[in-house]
């Protein structure tokens, strides 16, 4: 074991008990899958959009990474990439780099806020890409707008910005917003009867009663992280193009979409 590997965690009982860590993340993959249809379809277009609009072998963040799933697709899926995977929560970010790896040395795994601009300190020049999946929502929308400016800073010119998520409908839109709800729940639960993957609830209950993570719940609860804050509201999708172009993206608009599952690029 080097120095910048955490110990294995102790049980109950003093002994050592390591978890399953790749098997947790086929658990992952499973639970996320079932609750978003079109996830592999959204994958898959933005990572065809790197690959199309800048270089071969680009530098690229993937903001609030959780454990990887879209930095792994970006590895694999782009060659000559390397990967910047950032996210706060400690259990989720130990789960990428245990069972993924760094890649021969293409995925750096990066614990940080992305609220706190300090995390932008340890990039190694301007970046190519920055991508998200399922995550910004987490944020309020002051610092929302916040990471945005500071995205405009370090992603080089003609460089790109990806979001895939669902993203609301403008207020006005309400009518249009009701059908996607329903009709994004009715294909939810359609999948969720053949699937094999546990809901996020489940999952996290099984994590929370698994002895090898008990050290990683203490350090997620003791950084004041845990639940899925809300901040949901109508146009979402508005509210994120605009701030962008604010920032000094100079293009930015809708290139895939689901119901209100969408990709926001954005051009620098």
Request: proline share 7%; glycine share 10%.
């Amino acid at each position: 074991m080097t120095a910048s590997e955490p110990a294995p965690n102790p049980s109950p009982e003093g002994l050592s008990v390591e978890p399953d860590w790749a098997s947790w993340l086929q658990r992952w993959e499973a639970q996320q899958s079932r609750g978003l249809p079109g996830r592999e379809e959204r994958f898959q277009v933005m990572i065809d959009f790197v690959r199309a609009a800048v270089d071969p072998a680009p530098a690229l963040v993937d903001l609030g990474c959780g454990p990887g799933s879209l930095t792994v697709r970006l590895v694999d899926g782009l060659p000559g990439a390397s990967v910047l995977a950032v996210d706060a929560d400690p259990l989720l970010l130990e789960l990428g780099r245990r069972a993924i790896g760094d890649r021969e040395g293409r995925i750096r795994w990066v614990q940080a806020d992305l609220r706190d601009p300090g995390w932008m300190t340890g990039l190694p020049g301007q970046l190519d890409a920055a991508l998200s999946t399922t995550a910004l929502h987490w944020l309020p929308p002051e610092d929302l707008t916040g990471l945005v400016r500071r995205l405009a800073a370090v992603v080089r010119p003609g460089g790109v910005f990806l979001n895939g998520d669902n993203m609301t409908f403008d207020p006005h839109q309400a009518g249009l917003q009701r059908v996607a709800d329903s009709l994004g729940k009715e294909a939810a639960r359609r999948e969720g009867e053949t699937a094999k993957g546990e809901t996020w609830d489940e999952w996290w209950a099984a994590v929370s009663a698994e002895p090898g993570f008990q050290a990683l719940l203490r350090e997620r609860s003791a950084v004041g992280w845990g639940g899925h804050p809300d901040h949901r509201q109508p146009g979402e999708l508005t509210f994120l193009r605009a701030a962008l172009l604010r920032s000094g993206f100079a293009e930015a608009d809708t290139v895939w979409q689901r119901l209100d599952n969408r990709v926001l690029a954005a051009i620098r």
